[in-house]
């Protein structure tokens, strides 16, 4: 692998053919040859005619990418002169005794090599080899800027620093390499990266659940406060905490963020390539990330929230004048042993707490005058009746009955045949059509419900006679209707007998 | 008046000082409690010196505008249902009695003439005072309930309704000592608690084997468990409110009367109603009721050692199950 830059020869060794077909490992060499210009300054500054050797140029450089960074806005950049003048404390810091000249002169030669003013294309270059698909070692070139010069408005330049520098430069250096939380988020990252979605799962979990922790601590101390002040060192230990906690969320937002941007990718990737497996997991890793933000979002309100907790609990804490902590338990020192005394004495008991414990009534004071009047006021009308109820507002429902009462009682009449004389339908329906030409229609229809008649029920309702259709094959002639001519009766029922038979075998 | 004056005087320059040489009399566009030396100086007082104490206002004479003011935060207190968030002039009254000792004890002397107790005057229980037994602002069991004073079953199943009430909403011993602690209680849950102890003695009478029944003609000798298990705890009534005489009715009058005397807040309707309590119940039951109640058992004799741990435990298995919302048993 090697560093070409205008300036020196590359410095940094080929690295040894090994195993490295894995993606990951070119991203690695990628994000470190991002890193060689800034070790190249170091190394370059003793060809600086002058003394020069006292300033730390990588630290400088850093510096400067920060500067610029936190310049940038959405459609502009950073003010070249405005990036010297931002650098020049650092610079006059490293070297108080030198002249301010020399200081602006180290400030825009750091500027001008990480924009590599030298080179044609204002870039860098690093090789770097992989293992081709089909084994063969293959060098790569990597193209990559870490400050850029884009045209600002009115025909100005303005200096931006590129992805490659805000990733490798500004994120993945700003690393706590201790913190078990990072080295998990980083983990996920690369596994997500790489595809393994269900690795990245656990993984993500596994962060969401330290997240969870942060939080519970959090609530456990300010729980603490709220009990009691003093049992928390509010004077070191939580502020410290809490300005911790806060650096950590905003840091773990934009981690998330980012995860976040990256699993969409691979969701929407994966879809044509690997299958809705695959998919699915990436929408639940998603779903993960978007809860662990959430939850950062919370723990920041909380947070922002502690400062005013503590005062306030302090105020009621500390300055609240001691109360008589009696530290009685009312059930376990006054209701149950109270619960077995006699009732004698127990009353006595109650009658004591009811006495201090109901609290105050103000006794009425009533003037001669004004129980005159209240007394000869008639008395107002009692609403133990409610408020009054508005008219129902009723609207009649039209009668889409088929057939009318008098209709049905024609039929009933009709219907209404001796015992011993059962009658054929076909009778019953000429006889009603010349009453009504709609009676008919009742006719059959109650007909047919008589073919099934509900006998049991009729029984235990103590129904003296039932009516009854049989179909005995004969067919119906009839210019309305068709069907089989039934053979319509009353059966008589002997209630009674069936009563006393369903007692005994009760 | 001497360094104190002189310290308002540097603050408020010529002015002040001008008021601090003819302090008596002297109209200063002060805050507003009367045109009063008192109230002028204790004023200045305020705003010169808050965080230092004015005990040189003790010497001043105090006038009938400043007793006026005392017996005016009196009565604020005497209206146990008003907060101070919500009265500015009661909050300002608050902050004098914290700012200016005088003033307080001036305030202190005017509710014990009345046959008051103050319990504790802050912000957030306002002035909480209590009725001496003798005042006039006490309340008396006959007055409470008619019941009671005739059948001494009901005079002691409303006084165990206010012990139990008190006894669900502060179940732990820190619960009464926590200033923050806010007790919730249903009236159903306070019924529950107390039939399911009925129940434990009355287990524990069995298992003894012996015959428990009270004695006939002897009702003060009954035990007191058993005049709460044998009242029903709910009956139908005609026009569909609680049943006075049940043990639920005893208990939600219980609770209806602490609403109104400002010591419990009613939060909804569930399980016979649900409140929650107000620092002023706290206060009277820590400082009153609690600690009578219990010179009145050691009276009797009966001594129970607490090592601190909550008591009130949720019933065991194959007892009725506890109801879900609540921190404590809760039986609905």
Known sequence: MSVVTEHAPPIIQSPAPGPAADEGLARRLRALACTAPLHDLDVRKANLAGEYSTYAMAEVALSAIDVVTLQMDFDTGADHEDVVARLLPRIAAQAPGRPGAEHERVARWVLENLVNVGSVDRGFRAVYGTFGPDGAYVRRDYDFKLIEEVPGPGGSVYLRTTDEAVNVLVGALDTDVTSAQIAAEVKLEVLISRGRLADAQLAAEQARYRTVQYAETLRRTLEATRRDVRAVDWLRTVPDMISEALEHVADRYRHENAILTNIRRARDEAASERGPDHKRRAAELVDIVKDCIRRHTQLQSRLLAAGPLFRAEQDRQAFAPPAARAGLDLYGQLLAPLLPLPLEQAGRVTDAFFARGAGLRTPGAVRVGDLIDLLLTPPAPREHLGAEMPEPDLIATPDDSRFSEEQLERAMELLDLPADAPRRLSGLLAEARRQDPELPYLVSLLAVHAASPPVGTAYRQGEQRLLFAVDDGEELDDPEFGGADLIVGTALLDAEGMASDRSEVA | ?332
Request: glycine share 12%; hydrophobic share 40%; with cysteine.
């Open chain 2, 1 to 332: 008046m001497s360094d104190h004056r002189d310290e308002a005087a540097r603050d408020d320059g010529p002015a002040g000082d001008a008021v601090a040489g003819y302090a008596a009399g002297a109209t200063t566009p002060t805050e507003d409690f009367g045109a009063s030396a008192l109230s002028s100086e204790g004023d200045r007082a305020e705003h010169t010196g808050r965080a230092g104490h004015t005990g040189d206002a003790g010497r001043t004479a105090v006038t009938p505008a400043d007793t006026a003011d005392a017996a005016r935060l009196v009565s604020f207190g005497l209206h146990p249902k008003l907060l101070p968030a919500r009265d500015a002039e009661y909050a300002e009254l608050l902050r004098r009695y914290r700012d200016e000792p005088a003033f307080a004890r001036l305030a202190d002397a005017v509710a014990t003439g009345l046959g008051l107790v103050v319990l504790e005057v802050s912000t957030r229980a306002g002035m909480a005072l209590a009725a001496d037994e003798e005042s006039v602002f006490a309340v008396r069991m006959g007055d409470y309930s008619r019941r009671a004073t005739a059948d001494s079953a009901d005079r002691f199943l409303h006084g165990l309704a206010h012990l139990a009430v008190a006894a669900m909403a502060f179940p732990r011993p820190e619960d009464l000592a926590d200033d923050g602690y806010i007790g919730r209680i249903t009236v159903n849950g306070v019924d529950g608690f107390v039939r399911q102890a009925c129940r434990r003695l009355e287990e524990r009478a069995e298992e003894a084997g012996e015959n428990a029944d009270p004695v006939t003609g002897a009702p003060g000798l009954e035990a007191a468990w058993r005049v709460y298990a044998r009242r029903s705890a709910t009956g139908a009534t005609k026009d569909a409110r609680r049943l006075a005489g049940s043990t639920t009715g005893i208990i939600g009058k219980a609770v209806a009367f602490l609403v109104d005397s400002g010591f419990l807040q009613r939060t909804g309707d569930d399980a016979g109603g649900t409140y929650r309590t107000t620092p002023r119940y706290q206060l009277q039951v820590r400082d009153m009721a609690g600690s009578a109640a219990m010179s009145e058992l050691l009276e009797l004799g009966v001594v129970s050692v607490s090592d601190g741990t909550a008591s009130l435990l949720p019933p065991g298995e194959g007892e009725a199950e506890i109801a879900g919302d609540a921190a404590l048993p809760f039986h609905s």
